[in-house]
């Protein structure tokens, strides 16, 4: 059984006024217009308006929290806790929630605990936006989305990386002081579900880390609707979380892997562009794979030095 959370009237109604469509569209589910409402692909009796439902094939009902009850088979709390990206109160207490049926590659000492958000996201638009050059409006789309935000103790930027039911199973951490650099992951994250975007499209692009996947958005927005696209920041050089996104995500066909070209100061090897061709060799028998390589070390070096250029 899960612990019993004693969620605030607050929390209840952000919960149940989630927007379905962003949610589904979250987890790849697609979700297609229909006259004033949306319809879900997979199930297309399903009319969706903001954060109500509608089953034509039942006569059901509800908000997002019935939603995800109902179709996800989540528990009350379990669909509150998603819906509020693993943010709520009772997780100021540090104590680790407990979900029913959960595969045994989780422990409890893998529980994520989240720091509580800040009021603001002051230090996170200005380290991204003004120190790493990132366009305004792709950080809001990811701060919207609840993929990002800034915490209150410590003013960190939090990203978060999801499995396909939303729940929250990475959390990383960037500092927002140009004067000194800081990241760290919070405890109890596993690394193999990173920071990463799914869209509706089958093209994925893969980075090291969330900054550069910014960065190349910024750099090159393929279009008004880059973010149908999929994306993955690996945190590194994760090939576990690569495997494990492209198997959950069954409609990606095409890799871009996007990592970066720097030569590591203590071996003299190229880490990141070895990686690609690590990468590109074992996906290229299922998937189309090319290798994108910056010119310089990395995507926000590229971007930096191209606002520079701009400002002068």
């Not at 509706?200 to 927005?221: H, P, R």
């Not at 892997?257 to 996906?283: E, M, P, W």
């Not at 971007?303 to 400002?311: D, E, M, N, T």
Request: hydrophobic share 35%; proline share 2%.
């Amino acid at each position: 059984m899960s612990k019993f959370i004693p969620f605030t009237d607050e929390e209840l109604y952000q919960a149940h006024h989630k927007d379905i469509k962003e949610y589904l569209e979250s987890i790849g589910e697609k979700v297609l217009h229909s006259g004033t409402e949306y319809m879900w692909e997979t199930h297309d009796s399903v009319k969706i308006r903001g954060h109500i439902w509608y089953r034509h094939s039942t006569g059901e009902s509800g908000t997002a929290v019935n939603f995800l009850m109902t179709f996800f088979d989540f528990s009350f709390q379990e669909a509150v806790i998603t819906l509020l990206d693993g943010n709520y109160k009772a997780t100021s207490n540090s104590k680790p929630v407990d979900f029913i049926n959960e595969p045994d590659i989780y422990h409890k000492k893998d529980r994520v605990v989240l720091p509580q958000k800040n009021t603001n996201n002051k230090r996170l638009y200005a380290y991204l936006c003004n120190s790493r050059c990132i366009d305004y409006s792709v950080v809001r789309y990811f701060v919207k989305k609840g993929f990002i935000y800034e915490d209150k103790s410590n003013h960190n930027i939090v990203f978060l990386g999801k499995d396909k039911k939303g729940i929250v199973r990475y959390a990383g951490l960037k500092g927002t002081l140009t004067v000194k650099s800081f990241k760290g992951e919070i405890t109890g994250s596993n690394k193999i579900y990173c920071f990463k975007h799914i869209g509706l499209s089958d093209v994925l692009f893969v980075f090291e880390a969330f900054i550069d996947l910014f960065s190349f958005i910024t750099l090159y927005q393929l279009d008004e609707n880059w973010h149908t696209y999929n994306y993955i920041a690996l945190g590194g050089l994760n090939l576990e979380a690569l495997k494990k996104c492209v198997k959950d995500y069954p409609h990606i066909k095409k890799i871009y892997i996007c990592t970066d070209n720097d030569i590591n100061s203590s071996d003299g090897k190229n880490h990141g562009q070895d990686f690609a061709k690590k990468a590109q060799k074992l996906f290229q028998v299922k998937y189309k794979t090319e290798i994108i390589t910056p010119k310089l070390k990395d995507w926000n070096e590229i971007l930096k030095q191209r606002s520079q250029s701009y400002g002068k």
